[in-house]
């Protein structure tokens, strides 16, 4: 058995996270000693691992005890679980989707700026002719709907 201390070496996340947890109903078979200290298996430890990866996922606390609730009614919930991390799934998609947009936007202003710097001008990145730009540049500019800034 390991202390909250053990615990939060081994999973390298605070007490604070380890307390929350319990107190949001994240770890619902957390054991006490008999002077009330709380004890952790290695299920335990696993089992925060997994609350985590679902919090990191950005499934909402709320979700995550929904979640957490039929996890532990069985196999009767499959397809309800199956449905949150599909949606989970998708959800994170359409934040990478949207990261890779930024992403993008960001790759062409750092080209517009060592034009700039090169020229001396912010002028002429801003003004150069479609078919003059750099072929991954017309595309990033079109697919962020950017014509001159």
Not at 50 to 56: N, S
Not at 111 to 128: F, I, K, L, Q, T
């Amino acid at each position: 058995m390991y202390t909250i201390g053990d615990a939060t070496k081994k999973l390298g996340m605070p007490a604070s996270t380890i307390r929350f947890y319990e107190k949001n109903g994240l770890n619902p078979n957390q054991q006490r000693s008999s002077d009330g200290r709380r004890l952790f298996t290695e299920d335990d430890l696993e089992w925060m691992r997994f609350v985590e990866r679902l919090k990191v996922s950005g499934m909402p606390i709320k979700e995550i005890r929904e979640y957490i609730k039929l996890y532990i009614e069985g196999d009767a919930t499959i397809e309800e679980r199956r449905r949150i991390v599909y949606e989970r799934r998708k959800a994170i998609d359409e934040q990478l989707e949207a990261l890779q947009l930024a992403r993008d936007f960001i790759e062409y202003k750092c080209w517009s700026y060592d034009v700039a710097a090169e020229s001396g001008s912010c002028d002429v990145p801003r003004n150069m002719p479609h078919e003059e730009l750099p072929e991954d540049i017309r595309r990033i500019k079109a697919k962020c709907r950017i014509n001159r800034y």
